[in-house]
Structure formats: C-alpha cells, structure tokens
C-alpha cells in the first residue's frame, strides 16, 4: 500500500517548502491540493501542482481535486497536457464537482457566471467532456501536437456509490474520502464497486483507488492532543452535515501508520491521501513518515 500527502489547510507560501519536505521523505508517492476560496487557501491548484513538480525531483504533483464546475474541461486540459508536455510522468488531475456548492452565493455566482446553471448534468457532461479531449477523442485538438506525450491520469472524487461506479465505467482513477464523511462500510462499498465495474482505458489498465483519510500524526503527544482539540473545535463552528466524519486518525508515527495500513486493508484501497489538519504540517508529515517505513 502506498502513502500520499493531500494538503488544504497550508496558506500557499507555505506549500512549496512542504512540497519540497514530502518530495525528500521518500515514503510519499504523491502530494497533492485541494481548490478552495477561503482565506490563506488554495484557489487554482493545477497551476500549484505545475509549480510543485517543477520544485521536486521525484513526488507526484497533482489536483485534489479542480472543481469542474469552476472550471472550462477543455482548457483544464489544454493546461493539464501543456504540464505532461513539460514534467513528464509528474502530474495528476483530480477533479470534483465541489464542496464550494457551501460558499456563499455571492461568491458562487462569482466563480460559476450564474449559480442557477450548476447543476448535475452540468458536472456528467463536463466530466465526459474532460476524459475526451485528455484522451484525444474530441475533435479537433489544435493544441495538442501528436508526438506529445500521454495526457496525465485523471481521478474522480467519489463520495457515493453512483460516482464509484462511474469512475469505474470511464476507466479513471478512484478517490474516496473519510474527511468528507465516508464510514467504513460506505468507502468499502464504493471501492468494491469501483473495483468490479472497471473498464480499462488509455489511462489506467487496472482499478487504482484511494481514501482520503484526515487526522494529525506525532511523536510528541501534545500536539497530537492539541491537534484534535483544533479539529474539533472547527468542526464545532461549522455546518455538521458539512464536516461529520466518523474516521479520522490521530497519534505517534506508529500507531499512526499502522491505523492507516488498517483502513486502507479494510476497505480495499491501493493507497491512503493522508490530510493533516492543521496548518502546521511539517512535523506531522515526518512522524508519519518515520511510522510508515518502521511498518513495511
């Protein structure tokens, strides 16, 4: 099983320092950043990600995930080819439909041009239409020149059934999510399904799924014990519906690592996202890190 970094709470000046800490730490596979448009967070993270792969040496860089109903498919694909052109093997493409559906309708007119066009048809067709033109299948391509290399693996954000199964159908990479309030029975019906309906594309020959899991990771047990009574607090002045998670893992490098090996078995996924909640990642990610080797 394979550990991977997903990072929303670092303020942006932050990022490239802790990209560069998880490129280092040679256990991590991926790092990757969520969009959001709050205060200090990320609002564009494919150009993010772009900056992070051309920083690090060796780390993954991707999405996770561009919100398709912020964004024209077409032209994330256009940038997303343009930085495969240039990092080869380096970048992923995550895409959502959004939690920003919780922002503020002001904000969300803003950001979609009229917050009565979102719509579920609206994010199907934006999906298919993204998949498509990755995988030069929508004509004509202009940008693309045909010796380019392949188009970077593109996953789905899944948090039901119904979107597992159709990550599954259009042969793309799977991530589900604890943080987001998967239950274990939940992310392991999704990852089964997933699993079983794959159909193999261009992109990915086999099934690759993965859970998001979030939580604060310590050697120092005060600030692990800090760490959780942050999270709860926050998750106190929010919309419960919005923030219910039933999993998250908090404790030593360890203990940490081998409750994330658990999860991942249990629920049948090929790698765990882990989120730290907190903006001070750094020390989490090097306990981590230290537990993750210590338990191979």
């Known amino acids: 099983?394979?550990?991977s970094v997903l990072n929303f709470f670092s303020p942006p000046d932050d990022v490239l320092a802790l990209a560069k800490f998880c490129d280092r730490e040679c256990c991590f596979h991926r790092f990757w950043i969520g969009e959001h448009h709050g205060a200090r967070q990320v609002a564009d993270p494919l150009t993010l990600a772009i900056l992070i792969a051309g920083v690090?040496?060796?780390?993954?860089?991707?999405?996770?995930?561009?919100?398709?109903?912020?964004?024209?498919?077409?032209?994330?694909?256009?940038?997303a080819m343009m930085a495969e052109a240039f990092l080869p093997g380096r970048i992923d493409l995550g895409v959502t439909k959004a939690a920003g559906l919780e922002l503020d309708p002001a904000v969300l007119r803003l950001l979609t041009g009229d917050a009565e066009q979102v719509s579920p048809q609206t994010y199907e067709q934006r999906i298919a239409i993204l998949r498509d033109t990755l995988l030069r299948k929508t004509t004509p391509l202009p940008f693309f020149d045909p010796r380019s290399p392949h188009a970077p693996p593109m996953f789905l954000m899944a948090t039901s059934t119904q979107r597992a199964m159709q990550a599954a159908q259009h042969g793309l990479g799977?991530?589900?999510?604890?943080?987001?309030?998967?239950t274990l029975e939940s992310v392991r019906s999704m990852t089964r399904a997933y699993q079983a309906h794959f159909v193999?594309?261009?992109?990915?020959?086999?099934p690759l799924s993965l859970a998001v899991v979030s939580g604060y990771i310590s050697d120092h047990p005060d600030r692990c014990e800090r760490a959780e009574a942050t999270e709860r607090q926050a998750r106190a002045q929010t919309r419960a519906d919005a923030t219910r998670r039933s999993v998250s893992v908090f404790g030593s490098g360890r203990d940490g690592a081998l409750r994330l090996r658990e999860l991942g078995a249990a629920v049948g996924v090929?790698?765990?996202l882990f989120l730290c909640v907190?903006?001070?990642?750094?020390?989490?990610y090097a306990s981590l890190s230290k537990g993750w080797l210590s338990t191979q």
Do not use: K, Q
Request: hydrophobic share 35%.
């Open 270 to 272: 090929d790698e765990i």
């Open 1 to 3: 099983m394979r550990i």
């Open 200 to 206: 193999p594309s261009d992109m990915f020959s086999r």
């Open 278 to 284: 907190i903006d001070d990642c750094r020390e989490c």
């Open 174 to 182: 799977m991530v589900t999510s604890f943080h987001h309030g998967g």
């Open 56 to 79: 690090t040496s060796r780390i993954r860089a991707g999405t996770g995930a561009i919100s398709l109903l912020f964004r024209n498919p077409y032209m994330v694909a256009e940038t």
